[in-house]
């Protein structure tokens, strides 16, 4: 497992995953903190990944806290903390995750798919909430259009149309829209 091969996003989400641990007192990183990290992405693709499927966050997040909560935990200061077997594992799922929809980097949705393949811990919790991997891809597919993640920022440029542009009939079907607009031969016509 390369981390060089992971978008700056999957990357933060791991580093944020040995934060949660040690904020946490547990000895060994395991999925649950991924997922937690994953939620806490404001600007990532999973927490509007997980709001279109009418998933709640703030449900998800309690049960993970808590899931956390009731881990053993290590006292003094650990100088290094491990992957789990677990979470080593998710981690290559989520390369071959990566691999089967022909991306070149490992992105944060590809670390949510290889979520919902574990059985129980954070894979449970999610699959709780009635979605599907099968669902996850779907909104997916609309979230990145046609695009491969085939650099290390990949985010910046998933629905960059809606991110940056505006949309004009919607403004106008709002009434909200400047009656002038479009209008420069009527205009030079007045003056």
């Not at 499927?53 to 993970?64: C, D, I, M, N």
């Not at 070149?104 to 129980?120: G, I, N, Q, R």
């Not at 909430?129 to 290390?152: M, N, P, W, Y």
Request: hydrophobic share 35%; with cysteine.
């Amino acid at each position: 497992m390369r981390l060089d091969k992971f978008t700056i996003k999957a990357q933060e989400a791991v580093q944020e995953t040995e934060s949660l641990a040690h904020r946490y007192k547990h000895a060994n990183l395991e999925p649950e903190h991924l997922l937690l990290a994953l939620l806490g992405q404001e600007d990532g693709v999973i927490p509007p990944l997980l709001d279109g499927l009418g998933v709640p966050r703030a449900a998800l997040q309690t049960k993970l806290e808590r899931t956390l909560s009731s881990k053993p935990t290590v006292y003094g200061e650990t100088s290094q903390r491990t992957l789990s077997p677990n979470l080593n594992n998710l981690l290559h799922q989520a390369e071959a995750e990566a691999l089967q929809l022909k991306d070149e980097y490992v992105s944060t949705e590809h670390l949510l798919l290889a979520l919902f393949d574990l059985k129980d811990g954070a894979g449970r919790i999610l699959n709780s909430h009635g979605v599907g991997k099968e669902a996850i891809l779907k909104s997916l597919s609309f979230i990145r259009g046609s695009q491969r993640v085939t650099d290390q920022t990949p985010e910046e440029k998933y629905q960059a149309l809606e991110r940056y542009g505006t949309d004009l009939v919607e403004l106008a079907r709002a009434g909200k829209l400047d009656p002038v607009i479009g209008r420069d031969e009527e205009i030079r016509r007045c003056m």
